[in-house]
């Protein structure tokens, strides 16, 4: 049996999404030489606009951290990781596209999805948080820049 498929004159052009964003595994791969060596062999080969990763908020990255003493609990935030990453990805003409997702140490005190009251009890954290990356984001980079961003 042979089947005849007519295709129509007026269809439309095949936009290639890869040449605007592409994933990539979790974002502390890219404190690793080898993986922006190969990051850059790609670019070259594709020129993509912006990356997409996950795990912004690992522990990898050390964003953040708390430290107990005497009873208190202080919050450090260290965005030297993040810096490095962000300086990798715009020298190499590549946008990031950050996926701001739950923190696994709010997920050890027991904040799940399936859990998703212990994450009400940890959201003034998480909010600061995003308030201070958000001012790290607009203190390293000029409005222009921070306003192509997705």
């Known amino acids: 049996m042979i089947k005849k498929i007519d295709i129509p004159v007026s269809g439309r052009p095949f936009k290639n999404n890869a040449a605007y964003c592409v994933g990539t595994g979790r974002m502390g791969l890219a404190l690793q030489k080898e993986y922006i060596d190969h990051l850059k062999i790609v670019q070259e080969a594709v020129h993509f606009r912006y990356i997409r990763g996950h795990g912004l908020f690992c522990d990898d990255m050390c964003i ?18 993040l810096d490095r ?7 190499n003409g590549i946008r990031p596209f ?11 005190r027991g ?3 399936a859990n998703p ?4 009890v940890n959201n003034l954290r998480y909010c600061w948080l995003l308030l201070n990356l958000s001012r790290l984001m607009q203190s390293c980079l000029n409005k222009t820049e921070l306003m192509k961003w997705n």
């Not at 990453?85 to 020298?91: G, H, I, K, N």
């Not at 009251?117 to 009400?120: F, G, K, R, S, V």
């Open 64 to 81: 953040y951290r708390e430290h107990e003493m005497d009873g208190e609990t202080s919050t450090f935030y260290y965005f030297t990781y």
């Open 85 to 91: 990453v962000m300086d990798s990805y715009l020298e």
């Open 98 to 108: 950050l996926e701001l997702g739950f923190m696994q140490i709010l997920c050890r």
């Open 111 to 113: 904040a799940t999805w």
């Open 117 to 120: 009251e212990a994450l009400t």
